[in-house]
């Protein structure tokens, strides 16, 4: 049983922070790594995509991938309580990378004003 | 509107009853994935089509679940015999599965805004 482990929070973060989630796998031959923010009552939307070991940055969002220690992690700078919602990490299976995805439960982040 | 649709966006229904769902993904994306979610958790996958083929479905999937996809474009989702369990966001998803990133395809995947199953 491949596995996505992120822990539940809540994580508050005050307006302006830097809110860090993280996120293990436990496939080892996993090459694509995705984020996904669920507002609630909502579907999911993908915001980032990492192939890569070491960062990828777009706007106020980071991505962060180490294969070796199968950790993935996600930070947003300047956190707005717009960023408040559940962010879900989600892994393909296997080495192919374009099949089904395993996601996580999700870290709710709240971001007060 | 250019996104991945799904009707209806609720159903409420009785057990026993016979449900129905359909999602249109985005035009010229030729995989839809069908996907669960329960309060609390994260999508759980159900089955993926890459055109019309069913190319995988979970052990989550019980022979009261049928999903198909005719013609490569929109899919169907049907429940058979619906029980309390099966109240759920009923998700579905789309992807071009395309050229090769580094021998890494680029599937990302766009959801529909989902159909949400209560079986009362």
């Known amino acids: 049983q491949k596995e996505v482990e992120q822990n539940s929070g809540p994580l508050s973060v005050p307006e302006g922070a830097i809110a860090s989630l993280n996120c293990t796998y436990s496939?080892?031959?996993?090459?694509?790594f995705f984020w996904y923010r669920q507002y609630s009552g909502k579907s999911p939307e993908l915001i980032m995509f990492?192939?890569?070991?070491g960062d990828k940055e777009d706007g106020r969002f980071t991505a962060q991938l180490n294969k070796a220690s199968q950790y993935v992690s996600l930070l947003i700078r300047d956190s707005q309580p717009s960023d408040s919602a559940t962010y879900l990490c989600?892994?393909?299976?296997?080495?192919?990378?374009?099949?089904?995805?395993?996601f996580g439960k999700g870290t709710m982040l709240l971001v007060s004003p | 509107d250019t996104g991945v649709s799904q009707n209806p966006r609720h159903k409420i229904t009785k057990r026993g009853q016979n449900v129905t769902f359909r999602c249109d993904p985005i035009?010229?994306?030729?995989?839809l994935y069908w996907y669960r979610q329960t309060l609390g958790q994260g999508p759980e996958f159900l089955t993926y089509?890459?055109?019309?083929?069913?190319?995988?479905k979970s052990r989550l999937l019980s022979d009261r679940f049928s999903a198909e996809r005719p013609k490569g474009s929109f899919s169907t989702l049907e429940i058979q015999r619906t029980e309390q369990g099966d109240s759920a966001m009923y998700l579905c998803?789309?992807?071009?599965?395309?050229?090769?990133?580094?021998?890494?395809?680029?599937?990302?995947?766009?959801f529909g805004p989902g159909t949400r199953l209560t079986v009362l």
């Open positions: 998803a789309s992807s071009l599965l395309g050229p090769r990133d580094r021998g890494r395809s680029r599937n990302e995947q766009f």
């Open positions: 496939d080892r031959g996993s090459q694509s």
């Open positions: 990492i192939y890569s070991n």
């Open positions: 989600a892994v393909p299976p296997g080495a192919s990378g374009y099949s089904t995805l395993t």
């Open positions: 035009s010229e994306h030729n995989r």
């Open positions: 089509f890459q055109n019309e083929a069913q190319l995988e």
